[in-house]
């Protein structure tokens, strides 16, 4: 029995893992990677599915399998698939040194929160596979904790765990963990160090007990240097290929605008200028040839979302994403882009179709935008157009996914590969119902006083507007 059966770890749906994004920045970078209607994913430690079985869901005629030491995950997991009837997809119990070629070959590779928490013969064997089993084109995502951020996050791991040892239930140990950093935060001295504590206070507040007992809490936690996980790479036959957050790899201030590097030598130096404690590569064969810098026309065919707020609206309008990061912007063409595309969320947008709801025809400057909207963050890029409904049809459908996941009162997985709360009550109700055999009388029907014609409308495009309702 490992930790992992013990402490259940959540797992969840991950957009940068999800074979959209995966192709998406294959194809900015000049790779022709597969296309992820018919392709072929294999994720390490799968955990219980959570981000495999939402991806079968979405792409019938893909190709899944998952591996994981925990046997008590890849059971929950299996119940899970035998639920919902999927055939595409397979997690087994399974040791990595002892999975090979015999899985066959795969266009992507997921390797999540695996790699700096297992000892050194496994991290090796994680890379190996992705040499033995990558197709010519495909691309692996591989996460890792990296310095120098890691110095810092390493203070507080050691006092977590020195603190955990005093108590031999893992909840005991989680809830101590988060006490301590309280009172440090609360009585630390020095101002600097003092601030430091009360964020990361702050941030384990935030996480699930799960991820603290085997991400913090663990024996096995090893980053390093971002060039040394590069050579590692390449001891494979693997190459960098790019952050799997194109805006993570970006100097968008300029602090480096001065230094003559090359790409490995500068994504290196802005993990300094960042003190950056992790990071989210994309790995590619060492054969395959990377263009670079990422040109405008390369996303040409691809479709586009945004899921940004407009933050200060305005002459000089601020567009902030979920992850903070922005652009700001006053110019007229460049804010109707996005401003477009956040009112159209959850379509994914053409070109054609952007610049026809913009009224231009200047393909060149449309592209820029996008591009400068995509290193910014507030611009997500895709292969394929949304698997989900924009607005609520006759019969609406919510996966059935999703209303397992209400039913359990867990969050549920979107459409858009994204884990959702709904807090309305009525639209919370309303999920269960929405399996497509009803229509609106029905509905309203079902749910009684004090739901009316307006009320449900309101509900069904919330729920649009998540992602939550199949195309």
């Known amino acids: 029995m490992t930790a992992y059966d013990e402490v259940r770890y959540p797992t969840h749906p991950r957009r940068i893992t999800h074979p959209d994004h995966l192709a998406a920045m294959g194809h900015v970078f000049g790779l022709s990677p597969a296309p992820p209607a018919g392709c072929r994913v294999l994720e390490l430690a799968c955990g219980d599915g959570g981000n495999l079985i939402p991806m079968a869901m979405s792409l019938p005629g893909a190709t899944f399998i998952g591996l994981d030491l925990a046997e008590t995950a890849i059971a929950r997991g299996a119940a899970r698939i035998g639920q919902l009837g999927l055939r595409n997809i397979q997690i087994q119990a399974a040791d990595l040194m002892n999975a090979g070629r015999e ?67 893992p909840g005991r140990q989680v809830t101590q963990s988060r006490a301590l950093m309280r009172f440090l935060g609360d009585v630390a001295e020095g101002d600097t160090y003092r601030a430091l504590l009360r964020e990361e206070a702050e941030s384990i507040a935030k996480r699930a007990a799960g991820a603290i007992y085997h991400d913090d809490l663990a024996d096995m936690n090893v980053p390093l ?152 963050a507030v611009v997500e890029i895709h292969s394929v157009p949304a698997p989900c409904a924009a607005t609520a049809g006759e019969r609406p459908i919510v996966s059935p996914l999703a209303r397992l996941q209400a039913a359990e009162g867990i969050p549920m997985s979107t459409m858009t590969h994204i884990a959702v709360i709904i807090e309305d009550s009525m639209a919370q109700k309303l999920i269960g119902l929405l399996d497509g055999t009803r229509d609106r009388a029905a509905l309203l029907r079902e749910l009684g006083p004090p739901a009316d014609a307006q009320s449900l409308e309101i509900s069904l495009q919330s729920l649009a507007r998540e992602g939550l309702l199949m195309g």
């Open 103 to 169: 899985l066959g070959e795969f266009d992507y590779i997921i390797a999540h929160g695996l790699y700096s928490w297992v000892p050194e013969p496994v991290r090796d064997r994680i890379l190996a596979l992705c040499d033995e089993m990558l197709s010519p084109a495909g691309i692996a995502f591989v996460s890792y904790n990296c310095f120098p951020g890691r110095h810092i996050r390493n203070l507080f791991r050691e006092m977590m765990r020195y603190h955990a040892t005093h108590f031999p239930d």
């Open 225 to 376: 240097l971002f060039t040394d996980f590069i050579r590692h790479a390449e001891a494979h036959r693997l190459q960098f290929l790019a952050e799997a957050e194109f805006a993570a790899m970006h100097d968008t201030h300029n602090a480096l605008r001065e230094m003559e590097a090359g790409t490995i030598e500068r994504q290196q130096y802005l993990d300094f200028v960042r003190c950056r404690s992790f990071r989210q590569t994309l790995l590619c064969r060492a054969g395959v040839t990377v263009d670079r810098p990422v040109r405008a026309e390369r996303l040409r065919d691809l479709c586009f979302s945004s899921m940004a707020r407009v933050s200060n609206p305005g002459e000089e309008s601020d567009f902030e994403s979920r992850s903070g990061r922005g652009i700001q912007t006053g110019h007229a063409l460049a804010k109707s882009v996005v401003s477009t595309l956040i009112e159209s969320f959850p379509a994914r947008l053409n070109l054609e179709a952007i610049m026809r709801r913009v009224g231009t025809e200047d393909e060149s400057v449309v592209l820029e935008i996008l591009l400068g909207s995509f290193t910014g």
